[in-house]
């Protein structure tokens, strides 16, 4: 009987730690972008819905001041400017929602874009742009 119960735990432990990155995929101008956002990142972060009479859990404020101390460590980016910032839904998520935040920055010597997904309690994540490979 306690084998049964062994059994269960480790198929449901392992259920829960191989649970799959909630995908995100955007489309900036010419520029498809994508980022792997983990699960339980995204239960962590404050749920918010847009017609509730309270702001969203982290302002514009916090999301500039957010990306810019993720910038300052790497120096191809310490120098990059926003250059937009949108508030998105999260993917099969009904009641959580991110920032994606635009920053062009010049890296090796041309100007480029760089995108960052900030959830909402302020978690940067860095999304990867398409590889022209594979446009």
């Given at each position: 009987?306690?084998?049964?119960?062994?059994?269960?735990?480790?198929?449901?432990?392992?259920?829960?730690?191989?649970?799959?990155?909630?995908?995100?995929?955007?489309?900036?101008?010419?520029?498809?972008?994508?980022?792997?956002?983990?699960?339980?990142?995204?239960?962590?972060?404050m749920?918010?819905?847009?017609?509730?009479?309270?702001?969203?859990?982290?302002?514009?404020?916090q999301?500039?001041?957010?990306?810019?101390?993720?910038?300052?460590?790497?120096?191809?980016?310490?120098?990059?400017?926003?250059?937009?910032?949108?508030?998105?839904?999260?993917?099969?998520?009904?009641?959580?929602?991110?920032?994606?935040?635009?920053?062009?920055?010049?890296?090796?010597?041309?100007?480029?874009?760089?995108?960052?997904?900030?959830?909402?309690?302020?978690?940067?994540?860095?999304?990867?742009?398409?590889?022209?490979?594979?446009k």
């Open positions: 009987m306690n084998f049964r119960w062994l059994l269960l735990f480790l198929i449901s432990f392992n259920v829960q730690a191989n649970r799959f990155p909630v995908e995100i995929i955007e489309h900036i101008d010419d520029m498809k972008v994508v980022a792997f956002i983990n699960e339980t990142d995204i239960e962590k972060s749920q918010w819905s847009p017609f509730s009479d309270s702001p969203p859990p982290v302002s514009i404020n999301v500039v001041a957010a990306v810019k101390k993720k910038i300052t460590s790497d120096a191809k980016l310490s120098e990059a400017t926003i250059t937009e910032i949108e508030l998105k839904s999260m993917p099969h998520h009904k009641k959580h929602w991110h920032y994606l935040v635009k920053l062009r920055a010049n890296i090796n010597g041309k100007s480029d874009n760089v995108v960052f997904i900030v959830l909402m309690d302020g978690k940067v994540i860095r999304a990867m742009k398409e590889p022209e490979a594979i």
